[in-house]
């Protein structure tokens, strides 16, 4: 059984940095694109950041320039480094790995910027 688990969310104010990571386990096979997801409260789910397995990447507008993903093949990890956060970016992030034909998500993690 394949569990992403995720971490680095958290509480942090507005201009500060966080850096969430998300590894997956189990028996994950053939791995193609890597993403982080949010969802902010009474809004729905978009793409932040997307990583392909040949290390193309890219973002929405929103966070161009302030967000990096990245991702560790070895240990089918991967990463979204945060800075100059605001507190528009406040939501639960998700992460989402394709493998083969399908598709595994994350449990969440809060990210809270204050002003």
């Known amino acids: 059984q394949v569990q992403l688990v995720e971490s680095g969310g958290g509480l942090v104010q507005a201009g500060g940095s966080l850096r969430l990571s998300c590894a997956a386990s189990?028996?994950?096979?053939?791995?193609?694109?890597m993403g982080w997801h949010r969802q902010a409260a009474g809004k729905q789910r978009e793409q932040v950041a997307r990583?392909?397995?040949?290390?193309?990447?890219n973002y929405v507008d929103s966070v161009k320039g302030r967000f990096t993903i990245s991702r560790d093949n070895a240990k089918n990890t991967v990463y979204l480094q945060m800075n100059s956060l605001k507190p528009e970016d406040t939501a639960v992030y998700y992460c989402r790995i394709d493998a083969g034909s399908y598709v595994y998500w994350g449990q969440g993690t809060q990210v809270t910027v204050s002003s």
């Open positions: 189990g028996s994950i096979f053939g791995i193609k694109a």
């Open positions: 990583v392909s397995s040949s290390g193309s990447t």
